[in-house]
């Protein structure tokens, strides 16, 4: 079956960096099939979207990240990256990977739209 799973969380202080990265099997040519994003949902807050890729590899941020944070995408490792740079301590959250079958000019940005999920890494950012 499809399994997410994340790494690359920790603690940093404000204005650092981090590097998450999902690695996805159960599925052939997984991140050629699949529509991959990144969410994060921090303590009393909703689950929000925070970029995604196309199969094609095209991407799509949420203004709150957008310039700082860039999404990418390994198809021979099958592992989706996130690189977050100017990090504040308001980024402090568990950050999900996920993924589902889309069409290829086609990538959702809600949660709904998603089937899989990784188990989550916390990010906290001190100031």
């Known amino acids: 079956q499809v399994q997410l799973v994340e790494s690359g969380g920790g603690s940093v202080q404000a204005g650092g960096s981090l590097r998450l990265s999902c690695v996805a099997s159960g599925a052939p040519y997984f991140t050629y099939t699949y529509c991959m994003a990144w969410f994060r949902q921090a303590p009393g807050k909703e689950r929000e979207v925070l970029a995604t890729?196309?199969?094609?590899?095209?991407?799509n941020y949420a203004d709150s990240v957008k310039g700082r944070f860039t999404l990418s995408k390994d198809n021979a490792k099958n592992t989706l990256y996130l690189q977050m740079n100017s990090l504040k301590p308001e980024d402090t959250a568990m950050y999900y990977c996920?993924?589902?079958?889309?069409?290829?000019?086609?990538?959702?940005?809600?949660?709904?739209?998603?089937?899989?999920w990784g188990q989550g890494t916390q990010v906290t950012v001190s100031s």
């Open positions: 996920a993924a589902d079958r889309m069409a290829l000019g086609a990538c959702s940005s809600r949660q709904a739209d998603f089937g899989y």
């Open positions: 890729i196309r199969r094609d590899g095209a991407t």
